[in-house]
């Protein structure tokens, strides 16, 4: 089923890249509608469009995916529900594609939904606590997003249809409450601050899910949505609250990861810092770049996670990474491909992430940038390159802290095989897709400026690696700075904000009031009250309709003392 699936996904990748390829050469689209019911003078349509950017993003959700069910096959073998753990994946997918290829706000809802339901369902996979707390956190942030497409469906009700595509860039949808709700529903999807805290919650899901949901698909939905909506965010307040909330995930993440131990956790926040990247260039009108990121960060990302989930499974499913280390000489292959893609996220020169981030980077340094988030720019760029060499000591090169007993290897050819594929992608997608969408860009820097990116990476390259390896032999400075480090190690709190925070005030007043009022004197007095007063009653007249002789004799009895004591 893993095999059929890949072909499946692949072949339609490979389609989706011609096709996209054709589009873009000859600058065109197709916009295929047809009318599903017709009441009177009410018709409802359905609309699909074709372009070069939704095929192109579409191939490579295929290619993933496909990818990622091969990777299943191995990873999942022991699973006795692995064939409904595919067709759930499957189902993801299907959400996603349906999401991609709409222009208009409800079939996009359809597919939003689907990709919520869906995720719901693979984040409980593994029936335990842990997981049912981390889907319904989940559910309940991306319900949030679900509510805010529906109000501003209504709203758009204003312009005469749902088909955003032929209102985006006009004078009717700028300023409208139904951009604030857009953003606010991608901001769900692409857990940006304060919704973040459900993407390190979802890590609960099986490992090829989080290879496949936080690289390519859900997190980049919301993403995606603001690509789409772009010409009407450019110039507006909407993308000036973009660039603070953007710079602000990312500093977030990336502090909250180079505190974290946890291998899934740590690529999660990495996901969420490159996201913040994302959001923020966006509010500098340059969609085409946020989208040149999302696709080679979807690869690398990918890639990183299936690593991730190779080393889990060799070194018996712990993912700690100070139970790993010296996993070079076990491992080859994995370490090869976590270094190439841990690299690429970095943006290290040439490889698939450097065109992507260096070129955000330098734009946003051209553009109108405050001191605020200049600095936030630099220091989010040096805790990434910071966190994935903290990792590369932990887990690859530091010390062997595995037990003696254990036995790591690289032989398992069905996880290995699409690692191997996704590391061509992790190495060169960033150069074609450069050549292919920006075959010129003009960047006017300072000297300083232009290395800035180069030094923040040197800089933050050398303090996780070399930091990590001094501070076994002093003193933890951490205690001692107990409060910041809670701070930055908890997300900002965050996690305990969107969950205590949010219900644990409200389920103490409705337990105040349930008190005060449904067993309160009001209860005493009204419907509890009367129940047992009636009750009471009625088992005093059954008692005497028992027909019992001496229940008669003490009745007769009372009667006649009653009827002696009045004559």
């Given at each position: 089923m893993?095999?059929?699936?890949?072909?499946?996904l692949?072949?339609?990748g490979?389609w989706?890249?011609?096709?996209?390829?054709?589009?873009?050469?000859?600058?065109s689209?197709?916009?295929?509608e047809w009318e599903?019911?017709?009441?009177?003078s009410?018709?409802?349509?359905?609309?699909?469009?074709?372009?070069w950017?939704?095929?192109?993003?579409?191939s490579?959700?295929?290619?993933?995916?496909?990818?990622v069910?091969?990777y299943s096959?191995?990873?999942m073998?022991?699973?006795?529900n692995?064939?409904?753990?595919?067709?759930?994946v499957?189902?993801?997918?299907?959400?996603?594609?349906?999401?991609?290829l709409?222009?208009?706000l409800?079939?996009?809802?359809?597919?939003w939904?689907?990709?919520g339901?869906?995720?719901?369902?693979?984040?409980i996979?593994?029936?335990?606590e842990?997981?049912?707390?981390a889907g319904?956190l989940?559910?309940?942030?991306?319900?949030?997003?679900d509510?805010a497409?529906?109000?501003s469906?209504?709203?758009?009700?204003?312009?005469?249809?749902?088909?955003?595509?032929f209102?985006?860039?006009?004078p009717?949808?700028e300023?409208?409450?139904?951009l604030?709700f857009?953003v606010?529903?991608?901001?769900?999807?692409?857990a940006?601050?304060p919704f973040s805290?459900?993407?390190p919650?979802?890590m609960?899901?099986?490992t090829?899910v989080?290879?496949?949901v936080?690289?390519?698909t859900?997190v980049t939905a919301?993403?995606?949505?603001l690509?789409?909506?772009?010409?009407?965010?450019?110039?507006t307040?909407?993308?000036?609250?973009?660039l603070?909330?953007?710079?602000t995930?990312?500093l977030m993440?990336?502090?909250g990861a180079?505190?974290?131990?946890?291998l899934?956790?740590?690529?999660?926040?990495s996901?969420?810092s490159q996201?913040g990247?994302?959001i923020?260039?966006l509010s500098f009108?340059s969609a085409?770049l946020a989208f040149f990121?999302?696709l080679?960060?979807?690869?690398?990302?990918a890639l990183?996670?299936?690593?991730?989930?190779?080393?889990?499974?060799g070194?018996?499913?712990?993912?700690?990474?100070r139970?790993?280390?010296?996993l070079?000489?076990?491992m080859p292959l994995?370490?090869?491909?976590?270094?190439?893609?841990?690299?690429?996220?970095?943006?290290?020169?040439f490889?698939?992430?450097?065109?992507?981030?260096?070129?955000i980077?330098?734009?946003?340094?051209?553009?109108p940038?405050n001191?605020?988030?200049?600095?936030m720019?630099?220091?989010?760029?040096?805790?990434?390159?910071?966190?994935?060499?903290?990792?590369?000591?932990?887990?690859l090169?530091?010390?062997?802290?595995?037990?003696?007993?254990s036995?790591?290897?690289d032989?398992?050819v069905l996880?290995?095989?699409?690692?191997?594929?996704?590391?061509?992608?992790?190495v060169?997608?960033?150069a074609v897709i450069?050549?292919?969408?920006?075959?010129?860009?003009?960047i006017?820097l300072s000297f300083?400026?232009?290395?800035?990116?180069?030094?923040?990476?040197l800089l933050g390259?050398?303090?996780?690696?070399?930091?990590?390896?001094?501070?076994?032999s002093?003193n933890?400075k951490?205690?001692?700075l107990?409060?910041?480090?809670?701070?930055s190690g908890s997300?900002w709190f965050?996690?305990?904000l969107?969950?205590?925070?949010?219900?644990?005030?409200?389920?103490?007043?409705?337990?105040?009031?349930?008190q005060l009022?449904?067993?309160?004197?009001?209860e005493?007095?009204?419907?509890?009250?009367?129940?047992?007063?009636m009750?009471?009653?009625?088992?005093?007249?059954?008692?005497?309709q028992?027909n019992?002789i001496k229940?008669?004799?003490?009745m007769m009895?009372?009667?006649?003392v009653g009827?002696l004591?009045v004559?």
């Open positions: 893993a095999m059929t699936s890949m072909v499946f692949f072949s339609i490979g989706g890249v011609l096709s996209s390829l054709m589009l873009l050469k000859s600058d689209c197709y916009f295929l599903l019911i017709s009441v009177n009410v018709s409802v349509e359905m609309a699909l469009i074709f372009d950017m939704s095929l192109l993003f579409l490579f959700v295929c290619y993933i995916s496909s990818m069910l091969y096959g191995g990873y073998s022991e699973d006795k692995i064939m409904r753990f595919i067709y759930l499957l189902g993801f997918v299907a959400s996603m594609l349906f999401l991609i709409s222009p208009n409800i079939s996009i809802l359809l597919g939904d689907g990709l339901l869906v995720s719901y369902a693979l984040v996979y593994y029936q335990n842990k997981s049912a707390a319904m989940t559910a309940l942030s991306n319900r949030i997003g509510v497409i529906l109000l469906i209504a709203f758009l009700m204003d312009l005469g249809g749902w088909n955003f595509i209102y985006v860039g006009g009717s949808l300023g409208s409450l139904a604030w857009i606010m529903a991608a901001m769900t999807k692409s940006q601050i805290a459900w993407l919650a979802a609960a899901a099986p090829p989080s290879a496949l936080h690289s390519s859900l919301g993403v995606y949505l690509i789409r909506f772009s010409p009407s965010l450019s110039g307040l909407v993308s000036t609250v973009l603070l909330v953007g710079c995930t990312m993440a990336g502090l180079n505190f974290e131990t946890d899934k956790k740590i690529i999660a926040l996901t969420l996201l990247v994302m923020s260039i009108g085409m990121h999302l080679t960060h979807a690869l690398f990302k990183l996670f299936m690593c991730a989930g190779s080393i889990i499974h070194v018996g499913e712990s993912q700690d990474i139970t790993m280390g010296s070079v000489g076990f994995s370490v090869m491909c976590i270094n190439l893609a841990n690299l690429s996220l970095c943006g290290i020169p490889l698939a992430g450097f065109y992507s981030k260096d070129l980077l330098e734009v946003a340094f051209m553009g940038l001191i605020i988030c200049l600095i720019y630099g220091v989010a760029t040096g805790l990434t390159v910071s966190y994935s060499f903290r990792l590369v000591y932990y887990s090169s530091g010390a062997w802290n595995l037990n003696c007993g036995s790591v290897s032989e398992n996880m290995t095989a699409p690692m191997s594929a996704l590391t061509l992608g992790a060169v997608s960033g450069s050549w292919l969408i920006f075959p010129s860009y003009m006017c300083f400026f232009k290395m800035l990116t180069s030094l923040v990476v390259g050398s303090i996780g690696y070399f930091l990590n390896m001094v501070v076994a002093y933890l951490s205690i001692k107990y409060e910041m480090t809670l701070f997300m965050m996690p305990f969107s969950t205590l925070g949010v219900g644990l005030n409200t389920l103490k007043i409705g337990t105040f009031y349930f009022s449904d067993n309160g004197w009001s005493y007095y009204g419907g509890q009250g009367m129940y047992l007063l009750k009471d009653s009625s088992k005093v007249l059954q008692i005497i028992e019992s229940i008669y004799l003490v009895l009372i009667w006649m009827f004591s004559f």
